[in-house]
Protein backbone atom coordinates (compact mmCIF):
# COMPACT_ATOMS: atom_id res chain seq x y z
CA UNK A 1 0.00 0.00 0.00
CA UNK A 2 0.97 3.71 -1.23
CA UNK A 3 1.88 5.97 1.90
CA UNK A 4 2.82 9.47 1.62
CA UNK A 5 6.32 9.61 3.65
CA UNK A 6 5.61 12.96 5.01
CA UNK A 7 2.43 12.92 5.87
CA UNK A 8 2.03 8.92 6.74
CA UNK A 9 -1.23 7.60 8.61
CA UNK A 10 -0.85 7.28 12.72
CA UNK A 11 -0.52 3.49 13.01
CA UNK A 12 2.45 3.81 10.59
CA UNK A 13 4.06 6.55 12.12
CA UNK A 14 3.14 4.57 15.50
CA UNK A 15 5.28 1.67 14.01
CA UNK A 16 8.27 3.27 12.87
CA UNK A 17 8.62 4.82 16.76
CA UNK A 18 8.36 1.24 17.91
CA UNK A 19 11.95 -0.49 18.41
CA UNK A 20 12.38 -2.67 15.84
CA UNK A 21 15.93 -3.92 13.72
CA UNK A 22 15.62 -2.73 10.15
CA UNK A 23 17.30 -3.39 6.77
CA UNK A 24 19.01 -1.11 4.35
CA UNK A 25 19.50 -1.56 1.07
CA UNK A 26 22.33 -0.04 -0.68
CA UNK A 27 23.48 -0.88 -4.27
CA UNK A 28 26.78 -2.56 -5.15
CA UNK A 29 28.90 -0.72 -7.67
CA UNK A 30 27.96 -4.17 -9.51
CA UNK A 31 24.46 -3.38 -9.20
CA UNK A 32 23.48 -6.30 -6.65
CA UNK A 33 22.04 -5.65 -3.29
CA UNK A 34 23.96 -5.22 -0.36
CA UNK A 35 21.61 -5.58 2.90
CA UNK A 36 22.02 -4.86 6.07
CA UNK A 37 20.73 -4.66 9.74
CA UNK A 38 21.10 -1.09 11.01
CA UNK A 39 18.47 1.10 13.31
CA UNK A 40 16.86 4.00 11.59
CA UNK A 41 14.87 6.97 12.33
CA UNK A 42 12.14 8.10 10.75
CA UNK A 43 11.26 11.81 10.27
CA UNK A 44 8.03 12.77 8.36
CA UNK A 45 8.60 16.29 8.78
CA UNK A 46 11.48 16.85 7.06
CA UNK A 47 11.01 13.60 4.81
CA UNK A 48 13.92 11.82 6.06
CA UNK A 49 15.31 8.96 7.48
CA UNK A 50 18.88 8.24 8.88
CA UNK A 51 20.84 5.52 9.74
CA UNK A 52 24.40 6.33 12.22
CA UNK A 53 27.40 4.03 10.85
CA UNK A 54 31.00 4.00 11.09
CA UNK A 55 32.64 5.68 8.07
CA UNK A 56 34.27 2.55 7.04
CA UNK A 57 31.46 0.17 5.85
CA UNK A 58 30.69 -1.13 2.79
CA UNK A 59 26.87 0.27 3.46
CA UNK A 60 28.76 3.88 3.47
CA UNK A 61 31.20 3.13 -0.04
CA UNK A 62 28.39 2.03 -1.51
CA UNK A 63 26.53 5.31 -1.19
CA UNK A 64 29.62 7.49 -1.92
CA UNK A 65 30.51 4.96 -4.96
CA UNK A 66 27.04 6.32 -6.54
CA UNK A 67 28.39 9.98 -6.59
CA UNK A 68 26.87 13.30 -5.45
CA UNK A 69 23.35 12.72 -6.49
CA UNK A 70 23.80 9.83 -3.93
CA UNK A 71 22.21 6.47 -4.11
CA UNK A 72 18.76 4.71 -4.41
CA UNK A 73 18.47 2.75 -1.13
CA UNK A 74 15.30 1.44 0.62
CA UNK A 75 14.95 0.82 4.93
CA UNK A 76 12.68 -1.75 6.16
CA UNK A 77 11.31 -3.01 9.28
CA UNK A 78 9.47 -6.46 9.68
CA UNK A 79 7.02 -7.28 13.03
CA UNK A 80 4.62 -10.69 12.06
CA UNK A 81 2.17 -9.29 9.55
CA UNK A 82 3.37 -5.94 9.81
CA UNK A 83 6.09 -4.60 7.50
CA UNK A 84 6.58 -0.94 6.34
CA UNK A 85 9.30 0.21 4.02
CA UNK A 86 10.77 3.76 3.04
CA UNK A 87 12.60 4.71 -0.23
CA UNK A 88 15.15 7.39 -1.09
CA UNK A 89 18.38 8.69 -2.06
CA UNK A 90 20.95 8.23 0.50
CA UNK A 91 23.55 10.97 1.14
CA UNK A 92 26.92 10.42 3.34
CA UNK A 93 26.79 13.19 6.02
CA UNK A 94 29.52 14.44 8.01
CA UNK A 95 28.49 17.49 9.61
CA UNK A 96 28.72 17.04 13.65
CA UNK A 97 25.60 19.19 14.38
CA UNK A 98 23.50 16.47 11.81
CA UNK A 99 25.50 13.50 13.58
CA UNK A 100 24.43 14.69 16.86
CA UNK A 101 20.78 15.35 15.92
CA UNK A 102 20.79 11.47 14.38
CA UNK A 103 22.41 9.95 17.76
CA UNK A 104 19.34 12.13 19.84
CA UNK A 105 16.96 10.31 17.64
CA UNK A 106 18.89 6.89 17.83
CA UNK A 107 18.45 7.10 21.55
CA UNK A 108 14.99 8.02 21.54
CA UNK A 109 13.68 5.13 19.45
CA UNK A 110 16.14 2.78 20.46
CA UNK A 111 16.31 3.55 24.69
CA UNK A 112 20.17 3.88 24.66
CA UNK A 113 22.75 5.63 23.59
CA UNK A 114 25.21 4.06 21.11
CA UNK A 115 29.02 4.16 22.10
CA UNK A 116 31.12 7.08 21.08
CA UNK A 117 32.67 6.69 17.72
CA UNK A 118 34.94 8.99 16.27
CA UNK A 119 34.40 7.73 12.78
CA UNK A 120 30.57 7.93 12.93
CA UNK A 121 28.74 9.49 9.89
CA UNK A 122 25.04 9.95 9.11
CA UNK A 123 23.61 8.32 6.50
CA UNK A 124 20.53 10.26 5.48
CA UNK A 125 18.27 9.59 3.48
CA UNK A 126 15.69 11.87 1.35
CA UNK A 127 12.27 10.29 1.08
CA UNK A 128 10.88 9.57 -2.41
CA UNK A 129 8.40 6.86 -1.32
CA UNK A 130 6.79 4.63 1.41
CA UNK A 131 4.36 1.55 1.53
CA UNK A 132 3.64 -1.06 4.18
CA UNK A 133 0.79 -2.34 6.47
CA UNK A 134 1.02 -1.13 9.85
Keep these: M????RNPDA???RFWREYHMCTLTTPRLDGTP????VGVTYDPERGLARVITNKHSHKV?????????GAPVAVCQVD???WATLEGRARVRTEPELIAEAVERYAERYGRNPAPNPDRVL???ALTRAMGRA
Design 80 to 82: KGR
Design 2 to 5: AIDP
Design 34 to 37: HVVA
Design 123 to 125: IEI
Design 11 to 13: SYL
Design 61 to 69: VNILAAGPD
